[in-house]
């Protein structure tokens, strides 16, 4: 039986991802992660977020106008994020294999699809939190996670393990919205976005964003118009 269960963090030096964070779960215990991660796991000890980034060529077609049998290109963006997130569950399914093998648990969250509670409309973990807290990205006005690299083209997936994995580090300085002055709250067709109040870090009625997104067939103008991270390629492509 292999069981170095005292190294875990040599667990992920193999994960082909853009970037990689890890919550230790105590350090959680005032905020709703921590219940509804042990929930999943009573002995869960960590959280590792995987991320990966949606080319920034086909963000610009993220336009939520759809004409019934008119070719809409905003299906190039919707079949390259499906890529990226079969992408990223097989990583996950790659990692847990390797907790397996160290003796430890691992459930996967996968990158889509994860189960979401309708009435509050909420994963049953956030993971966008998780990966703040991991220090992946912050939060922008848009409630989008912006990563300095992608700025909100990321998707994530998350494992819930036993594994006692050591914290990465949070990002603290990185903050784009006030330069940017909200391009998210000028855009949004429905005005779901609203300057945050003082002590808030992003103020959205996600209820009039969810309508608006369930009648349109789908709505990311926030994430469209988003310069955080913008890289040399976004740039080319007029992004
Ligand atoms: S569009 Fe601007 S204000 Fe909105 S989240 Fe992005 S950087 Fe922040
Ligand atoms: S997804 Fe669309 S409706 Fe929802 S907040 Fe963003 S721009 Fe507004």
């Not at 890529?83 to 399914?93: F, K």
């Amino acid at each position: 039986m292999t069981s170095p269960r005292n190294k875990p963090d040599k667990l992920l030096e193999g994960v082909e991802v853009d970037k990689v964070g890890v919550v230790k779960l105590e350090d959680t215990r005032d905020t709703p992660i921590y219940e509804k991660t042990r929930s999943l796991l009573p002995d869960a000890k960590s959280i590792i977020i995987l991320a990966l980034e949606v080319f920034p060529e086909v963000v610009k077609y993220l336009v939520s106008e759809r004409k019934v049998g008119e070719i809409t290109l905003r299906d190039l963006y919707n079949r390259n994020a499906e890529l990226v997130s079969g992408r990223l569950d097989w990583e996950a399914y790659k990692v847990i294999k390797a907790l397996h093998g160290a003796g430890y648990k691992g459930i996967p969250l996968p990158a889509s699809g994860s189960p979401l509670d309708n009435r509050r409309i909420e994963s049953v973990l956030s993971y966008k939190h998780a990966a703040q807290i991991a220090g992946l990205g912050v939060f922008g006005w848009n409630s989008l996670l912006l990563t300095p690299e992608y700025g909100a083209r990321v998707r994530l997936s998350c494992i819930v393990t036993d594994a006692p994995f050591p914290p990465s580090t949070p990002i603290d300085e990185y903050n784009p919205c006030p330069e940017c002055g909200g391009a998210c709250i000028k855009v949004c067709p429905v005005s779901a976005i609203k300057q945050p109040e003082d002590g808030e870090t992003f103020n959205i009625d996600k209820y009039v964003c969810s309508t608006y997104y369930n009648y349109a067939g789908g709505c990311a103008e926030c994430l469209r118009v988003c310069p955080a991270g913008k890289t040399k390629t976004a740039q080319v492509m007029g992004k």
